[in-house]
């Protein structure tokens, strides 16, 4: 991994949003049936939220910028060369983790 992935990556630990941090405590330390995930990882030139490499999921918490015309196209350039890289891409709107977590953490534990 080159040196600048992980200064950015580190960069944007350190700077999540109240999403990002919600939803960071229901996956970490295996607490989502046992799965390990990462925050801010790297895959390709892509920093995915969370990801799991043991089912090649990622995770991504879509603040308002993701739904304007130019959001969502990048998000679907995005979500298909990461699938290049076998890895599956859910999508959570902010509002969603912050307002409904408990749904949120069905959804990603039946994918």
């Known amino acids: 991994m080159k040196r600048n992935s992980i200064e950015k990556c580190r960069k944007l630990r350190k700077s999540q949003t109240d999403a990002e941090r919600k939803l960071w405590l229901i996956l970490r330390n295996r607490q989502l049936s046992g799965v390990k995930f990462r925050r801010q990882f790297p ?21 308002g910028q993701h739904y304007e015309d130019k959001g969502k196209k990048q998000d679907e350039l995005r979500t298909k060369e990461l699938t ?28």
């Open 43 to 63: 895959v390709g030139k892509y920093v995915i939220d969370f990801y799991s490499s043991e089912y090649k999921l990622g995770i991504e918490a879509d603040g």
């Open 84 to 111: 290049k890289y076998g890895v599956k891409i859910v999508r959570f709107s902010d509002l969603d983790i912050l307002n409904n977590i408990d749904g949120v953490y069905e959804i990603i534990q039946r994918v």
